[in-house]
């Protein structure tokens, strides 16, 4: 902003009441044309911003099949398809007390104020200003020869200095323009936090049940390997079975039992992990979730929607949009210097030698336009337009690669779900066909018709099915909550924290995206 000072030698003093009504008359006059004149910009230099035209497929590359479905995706509280309460109780004490969260809504607070200080460019600057001063004078110093020296002066002075820049072309209204936009990219980002959180929340919650049911597995192996182990105990004492198949039998038990704790492990991580997620210590939910659940099951059918959806939906993807359409704005800001900025400027100041500073006739003022015109930067104007039209060009850039990126995502997490659903219910079958395998081969075993060998391979490969199997089935339901992800679902309506923040800007006459 050009501001502009009162300096100089001080103003002569004008009699009585006129001379005040008279500058006050000016002041108002001046104030009511600088209203008008700062209403509106009379030249705004730089581009217009216009929303980047996107082109979207009209359908994704991964048909549906038996567990996808066309048609409008509801992803607003896509975790409620589960049917678990704690699921669902997690979400909302996530929402409440994630820590990310909490930065990321900061920083909409953050925006919201520089919003605010981009605007207080379009208002006046007014500042106060006073000083009381004593000067003594030198004996040395003769002023007015025969006459009575007075070698002590008292100067009072107390006013206002107002000064006031005209957006002729349009600087101010650009900056408020970009600040606008990178307000609403910071409400998207605390949105893709969100999804993000959620997301995060029910991926945690479906490996603590997934390690739980690869836990009880593994305990039930451990209990029929050990009586494997007992089995081939007594045939060694009845004197009908090797020493060596006690000891495949020990060895097989014992590997068994050293997956155990590295399970557990994971399980406690994931745990703590959910903790964290929800602004709280590690330790707090091992009370609810150390009880043993089944994993949520998905939903038969999964509506996902069209490709077009994603621009409303991901908010990654309005965020990059905001802020191609804040930088656009900054190009402006950077070609409105090469013009004059016009200012107005006035001061107002009570002035007296003597200690009645607010008598008759101990006022001045002062009044008048200004301008300032860079004549000569060596280039460095025209460069920074340069430099922020490649920014701009850099940022739509990364916007198509936003949107290109979300498509890859919708299309790996659709396939990703489908394909895993078909691994489960083929372990689901090998489950149940390595389960009758041990018990017939054990049959065969004790009738002395099949060798221990294949008791071994048939217990190991039962352990490995059921582990594969409880893996899988909690990856199937991972790989929903992927997808949901990947739709940009979960912040659609706003939390209550976001919505007040919302409604308050709204109310002072903040542009909501």
Known sequence: MFWGKRNGPKHPAMGGGAAKSRAAGVLGTSLAALLVLQGCSVFKVGPD??????????????????????????????????????????????????????????????????????????????????????????EGIVRNPGAPQKRVDNFYDIGLDATWEIDVFGRIGRTVESADASLQATLEDYRDVLVSLYAEVALNYMDVRAFQARIQFSKDNIATQAGTVKLTQDRLAAEIAPELDVRQAELNLSRTEAELPRLEQSKVQAINRLGVLLGQPPSSLHPILEVDAPIPRPPERVAVGLPSEL?????????????????????????????????????????TAGSAIFGDGNHAWSFGPAFRWNSFDGGRIRNNILAQDARTNQLLSDYENTVLLALED????????????????????????????????KELYIARLTDFQNVLDMERSLAEQQDDLAESAGRVSQNLVALYRSLGGGWEPDPPQLEEEIVDQEKNGEPIF
Do not use: C
């Not at 656009?328 to 002035?351: C, H, K, M, N, W």
């Open 49 to 138: 911003y216009e929303a980047p035209e996107t082109l979207m497929p009209d359908a994704w590359h991964q048909k549906t099949a038996q567990g996808l479905a066309e048609g409008k995706a509801d992803i607003k509280n896509w975790w409620t398809v589960f049917n678990d309460p704690i699921l669902t109780d997690l979400v909302e004490q996530a929402t409440l007390g994630n820590k990310d969260l909490q930065v990321a809504f900061g920083r909409i607070q953050e925006a919201r104020a520089a919003r605010g200080f981009a605007t207080g460019e379009f208002y006046p600057d007014v500042d106060g200003a006073g000083s009381a001063e004593r000067t003594r004078q030198s």
């Open 311 to 351: 621009l409303r939906q991901r908010p990654d993807i309005r965020s990059a949009e905001r802020q191609v359409a804040a930088q656009t704005a900054q190009i402006g800001v950077a070609t409105a210097d090469l013009y004059p900025r016009f200012s107005l400027s006035g001061s107002f100041a009570f002035e």
């Open 410 to 441: 919708v299309e790996n997490s659709m396939v990703a779900f489908e394909q895993e659903k078909i691994r489960r219910d083929a372990l689901e079958r090998s489950v149940i066909a390595a389960q009758e395998s041990v018990r017939l081969v």
